[in-house]
Nanobody
Framework: QVQLVESGGGLVQAGGSLRLSCAAS????????MGWYRQAPGKQRELVAR???????NYADSVKGRFTISRDNAKNTVYLQMNSLKPEDTAVYYC??????????????WGQGTQVTVSS
């Protein structure tokens, strides 16, 4: 069994900051890419940021320069530092990981989601 547990969401005023964390645990052999997605009401889930095991990152254009993704491979944890938040950043944020488990099976796993609400 593999679990991804997110934390750090909440309510913040426009211009504020939040830091999301996502810890992967369970029968993990190795983790390749980890990322954050978000889904606003009535919209499709979209990629926010992604980071490979080697540290290569990519971001959605809408968050470039404001959000920073990082990871601690020793802790199987990925972070998303969100600065200069805007009301349009309001969404449920989901953690995602592409990993190989102890049965040598590759798969993509999702966290349960954490709500981020930015007030104007």
């Amino acid at each position: 069994q593999v679990q991804l547990v997110e934390s750090g969401g909440g309510l913040v005023q426009a211009g504020g900051s939040l830091r999301l964390s996502c810890a992967a645990s369970g029968s993990i052999f190795s983790i390749n890419a980890m990322g954050w997605y978000r889904q606003a009401p009535g919209k499709q889930r979209e990629l926010v940021a992604r980071i490979t095991s080697g540290g290569t990152t990519n971001y959605a254009d809408s968050v470039k320069g404001r959000f920073t993704i990082s990871r601690d491979n020793a802790k199987n944890t990925v972070y998303l530092q969100m600065n200069s938040l805007k009301p349009e950043d309001t969404a449920v944020y989901y953690c995602n990981a592409a990993l190989r488990d102890l049965a040598d099976t590759w798969g993509r796993y999702w966290g349960q989601g954490t709500q981020v609400t930015v007030s104007s």
